[in-house]
């Protein structure tokens, strides 16, 4: 007996939903979990955890803050960059600040709740404070003595042309000092909050400052990456903490530097990425080989 169409379309419809459940829904996810219990491979997919006395303290993969309960670094330890990673390092909430180079402006609302640094000012703010933990040069070009970004929205008299009539340091309020007394001799006013100065006919003028070109304080020291999970930092990064954690451990920072070398990895292939260093793995040599006393 030949089953209507309708019916036998119906059927082949419900066997093919059968075999692909069986197929993709029990059969591959079973074997994927197979493949990861595999040697070598179990650590990946247990979250590549570091474990000490059988305590988990952090993973290879993702990483994490050495900071104190108010959220200060702790000075002896080595510091990860930052983080835009939901509170930092949050493997929930991976991700960027997706704040970009025009991104200059404060916004500096009348509740500070709802204020918002731009990226200049993010970057000039972290500089600012590794350059006062580490004891090196925190200045950056286009950034203020305070740590915000070095930005001015400069009013003219006929729009774009004519003689400067107001100058605004956009990103500095009371109780700061403007950061230039004056532009082409009008006095710099701080900004208010609840202004926007753009939007009012300001034009954004940078002003460079006398910050040297290559900065003290490299790159990945004030910028998140592109995960916010990043757990390695530059040789550089890594290089300007030696001193802090030598004094702070009361050791000779040449130990701490061979202690840096040997967690330092290489190019992949040699060529691939830039060298870089494990955190977390070279802050476990340290309480290993250069304890607290």
């Not at 939903?17 to 990861?36: E, F, I, K, N, S």
């Not at 909430?93 to 991104?103: Q, V």
């Not at 208010?192 to 070109?213: C, F, H, K, M, W």
């Not at 040449?254 to 260093?277: D, K, W």
């Amino acid at each position: 007996m030949r089953l209507p169409s309708w019916l036998a379309r119906h059927l082949a419809a419900l066997r093919a939903l059968l075999v692909l459940t069986v197929l993709l829904g029990l059969a591959y996810p079973l074997a994927m979990v197979a493949v990861g219990r595999m040697p070598g491979l179990a650590g990946n997919t247990g979250g590549s955890l570091v474990t000490v006395d059988g305590r988990a303290v952090g993973s290879t993969l993702i990483g994490q803050s050495f900071t104190d309960a108010d959220g200060n670094p702790v000075a002896r330890y080595f510091q990860s960059r930052p983080s835009a990673a939901g509170d930092g390092y949050d493997p929930t909430a991976t991700g960027a600040s997706n704040l970009g180079p025009e991104s200059v402006v404060d916004t500096i609302a009348a509740d500070p709740a709802a204020s918002r640094p731009s990226l200049l000012t993010r970057v000039c703010a972290r500089s600012k404070a590794v350059g006062e933990l580490d004891g090196v040069d925190g200045r950056r070009p286009y950034c203020t003595a305070d740590g915000v970004g070095a930005v001015l929205a400069v009013f003219r008299r006929d729009g774009l042309t004519g003689p400067v009539t107001r100058v605004v340091s956009v990103n500095q309020v009371a109780p700061a000092t403007p950061f230039l007394g004056s532009y082409q001799g009008v006095p710099v006013e701080l900004a208010r909050p609840g202004e926007d100065y753009v939007s009012a006919g300001g034009l954004v003028v940078l002003i460079r400052g006398d910050a040297p070109a290559e900065p003290a304080v490299p790159a990945d020291a004030v910028t998140a990456s592109g995960s916010g999970l990043d757990p390695h930092i530059s040789p550089a990064y890594a290089d300007i903490q030696v001193a802090r954690v030598a004094r702070e451990r009361g050791v000779d920072p040449a130990a701490v530097r061979r202690l840096v070398r040997e967690h330092t990895t290489g190019r992949l292939l040699g060529f691939l990425g830039s060298p870089a260093v494990h955190v977390l793995d070279l802050n476990l040599a340290l309480d290993q080989r250069f304890p607290v006393r």
